[in-house]
């Protein structure tokens, strides 16, 4: 087996995983607990949050870091349990650690199990932030359950942008190998270790 042939095989491999679905999969698993936008109302109830910001980042979904402060900025609730609906809900956005307000809905009911929060002008700076949801059911205690998230993280690197970077990595590798007789030689060095 030449060298080049085992190249090939290697690059054959690197795009396979690539465009695996696997590595770019939400959440990974059929669990809860891989899902990073999936948090607990109370055991065994799960509500589903997703952040967008659409004026600067279009169709890209956020959850626990948000790259922009003052642009308009979306959060979307999925409750994954049909009782929530028939409860009202309150949501909260709070800065943290100060506990400063940024954005408050008073308690409302659901039926459609999507609530769609608006932040028009987004979060006031970059930092800490909280999101606090509260069931208000018609009688009995109210339930608070939180989930914290950070704003002004930066430009997302984006599947697209990822796969750029890899194939440019490697593409300039490879013509380092094909041009460069020390670089090439050692390559094949390793690569006969590897055989061997």
């Not at 002004?152 to 194939?167: A, H, Q, V």
């Amino acid at each position: 087996m030449n060298t080049a042939h085992v190249l090939r095989k290697f690059c054959l491999t690197f795009l396979g995983l690539l465009f695996s679905a696997s590595i770019w999969a939400h959440g990974g698993a059929a669990g809860t607990d891989t899902d990073q936008c999936k948090f607990e109302l109370e055991p065994g109830h799960w509500i589903h949050y997703t952040a967008y910001q659409p004026a600067v980042y279009q169709a890209q979904e956020f959850c626990g870091s948000l790259p922009g402060t003052t642009t308009k900025t979306q959060l979307v609730f999925d409750y994954q349990d049909m009782r929530y609906r028939n409860m009202a809900i309150e949501f909260e956005v709070t800065k943290e650690p100060e506990g400063t307000r940024v954005f408050f809905q008073p308690a409302a009911k659901h039926k459609s199990g999507t609530v769609n929060l608006e932040l028009p002008n987004g979060v006031p700076e970059p930092g800490q932030y909280l999101i606090h949801i509260t069931l208000v059911p018609d009688q009995g205690e109210r339930l608070d359950a939180h989930m914290a998230f950070k704003a002004g993280t930066g430009e997302p690197i984006t599947k697209t942008n990822l796969f750029i970077y890899l194939l440019a990595a490697f593409a300039g590798l490879y013509a380092l190998y094909l041009s460069n007789a020390g670089f090439k030689k050692t390559i094949d060095g390793l690569i006969s270790k590897v055989k061997s």
